[in-house]
């Protein structure tokens, strides 16, 4: 069976495009990396350097390549409605970046351009094998009911840069390319999280949002917002950028809590253990500790995304998450901005007046 060979469109999300090369680079069945386009130029040709592959500064010409069968997006934020359609009008399937956009009408365009070809969004906690195992605890019975969940990260702006070697956060803070900040970039993945775990939409949000350490970065540093869901659970996002640098010797800085009416969860993936499962009913009575090594403890979920986009693609089976999740992850996010610029409540689905405020 032929390679479906692999064009990455973008490399300014380069925490997410370097790992996927990585992984193609040493060696993902049925995938090949053959192409990478960026406006710069110099980043494009070290990249190529390091990964293999011809690199281009032309988008389009990249994406329709007769030798690109397939694109990974991972272009600054608002540039991906673009990329994204550019892919569906050559009928190339597209893994894409989180978030999905900046605007839920450039989300929609990226959804109808879904209705053309698989578009498969990147959330990396989907594939850690330490948040599968407990995602099918939870599924299993193991906390009963989920009710409540709060989702945090710690991380320092110092860590955001615009490209390998870079000095400044660049396109990070520019608020048209990126859409946001501390809040958007990270939160992104936990209202997906927490739309995956609890298996319900949000209803309703509060939230605070503002630049608590650097105050001149031109975004915020720091966001908390607090989701009613649907079916009535309560969950809490905090997600920021505003430490002073790494920092948790008795804490993950990234972490979720989660409760249910029979049991609780600890769950992390840069603490040990990874995760903890208390429950009041057999078999979850007691306390059960997990800890993975190696790849499995983190890097696995970069090959494990790239081993399901192929799968979508020989399959034609809907990807999961696709473009429709992006958007509700990302009209999560944008209630919260609203929410804190007006001091009151959001309901969900966005008005028409919300978005444009």
Not at 74 to 101: C, F, N, Q, R, W
Not at 123 to 131: E, G, M, S, T, V
Request: charged share 25%; with cysteine.
């Amino acid at each position: 069976m032929a390679n479906i060979r692999i064009g990455i469109a973008g490399l300014h999300n380069h925490y997410h495009a370097y790992p996927f090369a990585k992984e193609l680079l040493r060696g993902i069945d049925g995938l090949e990396l053959v192409g990478v386009a960026d406006e710069r130029p110099e980043v494009a040709q070290s990249f190529v350097e390091e990964f293999g592959g011809s690199w281009t500064t032309d988008y389009a010409e990249l994406i329709q390549r007769d030798d690109v069968d397939a694109v990974i997006v991972t272009s600054y934020t608002s540039a991906h409605a673009d990329h994204v359609e550019l892919a569906a009008a050559a009928g190339k399937p597209v893994l894409l970046d989180k978030p999905i956009s900046t605007t839920l009408d450039d989300a929609d365009r990226i959804v109808r351009a879904g209705e053309k070809v698989p578009v498969m969004l990147a959330y990396l906690l989907r594939f850690l094998p330490a948040y599968q195992q407990v995602k099918e605890a939870v599924d299993a019975g193991a906390v009963g009911e989920l009710v409540s969940g709060f989702y945090s990260i710690r991380f320092p702006v110092g860590a955001i840069l615009d490209h390998p070697g870079a000095a400044d956060q660049g396109w990070y803070a520019d608020p048209i390319k990126s859409g946001g900040g501390g809040f958007l970039d990270h939160g992104v993945h936990f209202t997906d999280f927490f739309r995956w775990f609890f298996g319900s939409e949000a209803a309703s949000v509060t939230a605070h949002i503002g630049s608590l350490t650097y105050k001149d970065l031109g975004v915020e540093d720091y966001g908390v917002a607090t989701y009613t869901l649907e079916n009535g659970a309560i969950v809490t996002v905090e997600s920021t950028w505003h430490a002073p640098d790494y920092f948790g010797p008795l804490n993950s800085p990234d972490h979720a809590s989660l409760s249910g009416n029979k049991g609780e969860i600890e769950l992390h993936y840069q603490k040990s253990p990874q995760y903890e499962i208390q429950g009041i009913e057999e078999p979850w009575i007691g306390r059960r500790y997990v800890d993975l090594v190696g790849d499995e403890r983190y890097e696995a979920c970069y090959r494990d995304l790239l081993v399901e986009f192929e799968r979508v693609i020989r399959t034609g089976d809907r990807p999961v998450p696709d473009a429709a999740d992006g958007r509700a992850a990302l009209e999560m996010i944008l209630g919260a901005y609203e929410s804190h610029r007006t001091g009151r409540r959001i309901a969900f689905p966005l008005t028409s007046a919300d978005q444009e405020a």
